[in-house]
């Protein structure tokens, strides 16, 4: 099983070393749809399996000990991580990408289901097609020079509010 964690998500560190240096983004997305999509849950069932029946024969507290965690932070934490940042990731790499399902499904999965009628798709959703560019409507702000001093407006009524209130108190306290 370590040698399966090792194939997978070792090719896929290395891949992603590269798309550090734009080498190679298409095929780590890619790969990420294809292999990591199709073998992460046989790699963490299996190794959640394997771990088990090695603490079922050992028998000692170690074993499972190593199964409970292998299976809290592989299994459930990483397994979940790359679900849900699995389509946003492949959409980084390659902004061509036609899909926008929610989560990463196993890409074999699509042979059996119709991908557009899917009800993980959310193209219906009116996304901002630039989420980094500055909204429009800020250019009729006002600059935070031109602000009127109005400060000692809200300390007038502050204490006209902390009066009133005091007031409300020595009635229901008399």
Same mark, same amino acid.
């Given at each position: 099983?370590?040698? =399966?964690?090792?194939?997978?998500?070792?090719?896929?560190?290395?891949?992603?070393?590269?798309?550090?240096?734009?080498?190679?983004?298409? #095929?780590?997305? #890619?790969?990420?749809?294809?292999? +990591?999509?199709? +073998?992460?849950?046989?790699?963490?069932?299996?190794?959640?399996?394997?771990?088990?029946? /090695? &603490?079922?024969?050992?028998? /000692?507290?170690?074993?499972?000990?190593?199964? %409970? #965690?292998? &299976?809290?932070?592989?299994? &459930? =934490?990483? *397994?979940?991580?790359?679900?849900?940042?699995?389509?946003?990731?492949?959409?980084?790499?390659?902004?061509? *990408?036609?899909? &926008? $399902?929610?989560?990463?499904?196993?890409?074999?999965?699509?042979?059996?289901?119709?991908?557009?009628?899917?009800?993980?798709?959310?193209?219906?959703? $009116?996304?901002?097609?630039?989420?980094?560019? =500055?909204?429009?409507?800020?250019?009729?702000?006002? @600059?935070?020079?031109?602000?009127? /001093?109005?400060?000692?407006?809200?300390?007038?009524? %502050?204490?006209? @509010?902390?009066?009133? =209130?005091?007031? %409300?108190?020595?009635?229901?306290? $008399?």
């Amino acid at each position: 099983m370590g040698y =399966a964690h090792v194939c997978i998500w070792g090719g896929s560190t290395f891949l992603w070393t590269l798309s550090l240096f734009d080498v190679g983004r298409s #095929i780590y997305a #890619i790969y990420i749809e294809h292999v +990591l999509s199709n +073998l992460n849950w046989i790699v963490y069932i299996g190794g959640v399996v394997m771990l088990s029946i /090695d &603490a079922g024969i050992t028998g /000692d507290t170690q074993g499972f000990l190593e199964m %409970a #965690i292998y &299976a809290l932070l592989f299994t &459930a =934490a990483a *397994w979940l991580i790359e679900i849900v940042h699995g389509t946003g990731t492949i959409k980084y790499l390659n902004p061509d *990408w036609a899909y &926008a $399902d929610l989560i990463l499904l196993p890409s074999w999965l699509y042979l059996f289901i119709e991908h557009e009628k899917s009800f993980l798709n959310y193209d219906e959703i $009116d996304a901002n097609p630039n989420p980094y560019k =500055a909204d429009p409507s800020q250019e009729d702000d006002q @600059e935070i020079e031109e602000f009127d /001093d109005s400060r000692t407006d809200m300390e007038e009524l %502050a204490e006209e @509010e902390v009066q009133e =209130a005091n007031d %409300a108190i020595d009635v229901v306290s $008399d």
